[in-house]
């Protein structure tokens, strides 16, 4: 088995005529942590929304070359795109929690879109999700309660439970700690540690610090170029790309 589970190979991505990714070519290794850096507009969000098919329902998209998930092109019309969403959940900025579900029926909502029936297996995984991030004891009386009164922190949380439940191979965020307080990025930033070792990550993220605290691997990406991309120790303290320089050291973005 190949260390790299998602490739992709001279991936382009346009919206009518404006070209959103150019010749992006990066891997993602199991189980660790990959961030996405770059300033505003650089391509980020597009990519991530590229790896698990939600850019392909974008109006005036086009998509040219490849990306490679466990060794199958997933951009084959053939593709199952329930089954690529399974596999490769999404956490993204704003926590997409619904105020007409209770807290247990956010968990368990993946696994109902993904129509396992089971009770008693659904029961299990909400439960096993939410103590994985030490959420259990805060939220097993409010199950039944829906979310609009807890904290920013406690939401992002519940989305993220949401895609442990599916025992995803990748979850894959945008921002997921941009609207959420200082205490709760921090504690958001050790529940990503402490899971990476069973389920690989890759992120978006504005803060050079962030991905400099948490990511094995990061990107750079600028004007939706991949400039390069490595062990982040390596890419903060050695840039190979005197862009990636200026964007480290704040001479842009």
């Known amino acids: ?4 589970f998602l490739e992709t190979k001279d991936l382009e991505a346009y919206l009518f005529d404006k070209t959103v ?3 992006v070519n990066f891997s993602a290794e199991r189980n660790k942590i990959l961030s996405i850096i770059g300033p505003r507009g650089s391509g980020k969000s597009t990519l991530l929304r590229c790896l698990n098919g939600l850019f392909e329902e974008q109006p005036g998209h086009k998509l040219t070359g490849e990306i490679f998930f466990e060794g199958e092109n997933i951009l084959d019309k053939s593709y199952d795109r329930l089954s690529l969403r399974r596999s490769l959940s999404m956490v993204f900025a704003r926590p997409t929690t619904f105020n007409h579900l209770s807290v247990f029926e956010n968990v ?3 696994m109902r879109i993904n129509h396992i029936q089971s009770g008693a297996e659904i029961g299990d995984m909400v439960e096993k999700s939410l103590r994985r991030l030490n959420l259990w004891s805060t939220l097993k009386d409010q199950l039944h309660k829906t979310p609009e009164k807890l904290s920013a922190g ?20 945008d921002e997921p700690t941009g609207v959420i307080g200082l205490k709760a990025t921090m504690q958001f930033e050790q529940y990503l ?15 050079r610090k962030q991905a400099a605290r948490i990511s094995d691997r990061t990107a750079f990406l600028l004007d939706g170029e991949l400039i390069e991309i490595g062990k982040t120790s390596d890419l903060f303290m050695n840039p190979k790309d005197t862009r990636t320089e200026d964007f480290l050291t704040g001479r842009f973005g």
């Open 21 to 23: 990714l150019h010749r």
């Open 154 to 173: 406690h939401r992002q949380l519940i989305c993220l439970a949401r895609s442990l439940a599916l025992r995803p191979t990748a979850i894959l965020m």
């Open 1 to 4: 088995m190949s260390k790299f």
């Open 108 to 110: 368990a909502l993946g």
């Open 193 to 207: 540690r402490e899971i990476a070792d069973k389920v690989s990550i890759i992120m978006t993220t504005s803060s």
